[in-house]
């Protein structure tokens, strides 16, 4: 298939902007420097406003291609944001001091989360646990220090089938009383 002109023509501007990728950038500099300020933004704003649809197919586009690259950044972003909420939390279990990241939890303290989270399910839809909302919401509320507290999964789920208390803490408190 032979190129129209035109193609021709785009091809060959193309390549030469690819040749003098720097004078181009450097042109525009200039010529942006000259405009009015916000120039850049506002251009950019309503090229946003004006393409939503084409950018969310795009974006859409990107995510399946990069799936793999999309889910790290995901991934990345998940443990940044539980990091956070834990070090709001002393940054490792209350219980026994287990400080790896893949083992924290953030425990309901009163033993009345199954009630809370019923309500901030209702609220907030039904992920809300166990997905990132629920970090947002306690860094929103300020990390509530007096309702929550980091417990690894051993001594979250050793309290919950202990009746409110890990048997961690509980053979502390036997040895105690002996
Ligand atoms: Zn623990
Ligand atoms: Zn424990």
Sequence with gaps: MTKTRDETRKQYERDWKAANA???????????????PGYEEKRKEKYRNENRELLRKKATEYNRTHTEQHKKTGKKIRDELKKQ?????????????????????IDHILNNGATHRRELREEHGKSF??????????????????????????????????????????????????
């Design 85 to 105: 909420t834990m070090n709001a939390y002393d940054g490792k279990c209350a219980c026994c001091g287990e400080t790896e990241l893949a083992f924290l939890t």
């Design 22 to 36: 720097a004078k181009c950038r450097e042109y525009r500099a200039n010529w942006l420097a000259k405009q009015e």
């Design 129 to 178: 646990f166990g997905g990132t909302r629920f970090y947002h919401w306690l860094r929103d509320n300020n990390y509530p220090q007096e309702e929550y507290q980091c417990l690894c999964s051993n001594c979250n789920l050793g309290k919950r089938i202990n009746d409110g208390i890990c048997p961690h803490q509980q053979k502390k408190s036997d040895r105690e009383a002996i």
